[in-house]
């Protein structure tokens, strides 16, 4: 797991005073920055382009654990043939 430590850490009230600088900082670097609130770590800002990336990473990984789930559950005998689900899947469209 990523530690918040590892992102550059500012102020929220250094953040407020100087959002244009960090603005910049945040598109020529894509790289999130950890605003502090008396010290305790409490908001993260990251620029849209980099959101967008974390957003598709996110699903790619979440697809991923759902084919992983899938195949254990075929490998222990669990669900239906393939063929025998696109049948269903054809009749059912048939019937419209």
Known sequence: MVQILEFCCNSLSNFK?????????????GQAIVLTVNGKAELV???????QKLLELVERLETIEAVK???????????????????EIIKSLDEE
Do not use: I
């Open 17 to 29: 005073r100087n959002t244009t600088e960090f603005m910049e900082q945040l598109r020529e670097t």
């Open 45 to 51: 800002v990251q620029d849209v382009e980099s959101y």
């Open 69 to 87: 789930m899938a195949l254990e559950e075929m490998k222990a005998g669990k669900g239906e043939p393939a063929h025998e689900v696109f049948q």
